[in-house]
């Protein structure tokens, strides 16, 4: 599962755990409590998780092919463009394009274009093609 998706997993999981149990402590206290339908609540908790996601920098569509995953906050710090990187990518491996990420891998920030099974690095700064990892 990428990332992302999993932390929104594990952001809702968590809010339906603490939801659960505020409502439940609200029980024990002895003053009435108000009642709401299953539906509204999840609402509650999808709009709190979604919140709390746009808050850390990941947004609802993160993930989607030829998109930065993670490392949007570095762009600035590369020499190529991400259509660049792509393309160096796609010149020697094949596959679907997938999530892309930028970060610092042995010192040298690169791209991780995703193509099929492959992890292809590519240098930001030349655009050389520095190797590939299988998923």
């Known amino acids: 599962m990428p990332k992302k998706r999993h932390a929104l997993t594990v ?4 809010a339906a755990v603490l939801g659960g ?3 439940g402590a609200s029980a024990h206290t002895g003053q009435p409590v108000k ?3 299953p539906s509204s609540v999840l609402n509650s908790i999808h709009a709190t998780a979604l919140d709390l996601l746009d808050e850390i920098g990941i947004s609802e569509e993160a993930g989607a092919p030829g998109a930065i995953d993670d490392g949007e906050g570095l762009l600035s710090e590369a020499s190529i463009t991400l259509d660049q990187a792509i393309a160096a990518a796609q010149g020697q491996y ?3 394009l997938g999530e892309i990420d930028l970060e610092y891998s042995d010192g040298r920030l690169v791209f991780n274009v995703e193509l099929g099974d492959h992890d292809v690095k590519v240098a ?3 655009g050389e093609v520095l190797g ?3 998923d």
């Not at 952001?11 to 968590?14: E, F, N, R, S, T």
């Open 35 to 37: 009642s709401s339908s």
């Open 132 to 134: 590939a990892g299988s």
């Open 21 to 23: 149990g505020v409502l």
């Open 124 to 126: 930001a700064d030349t």
């Open 94 to 96: 094949t596959g679907d």
């Open 11 to 14: 952001l809702v999981a968590g």
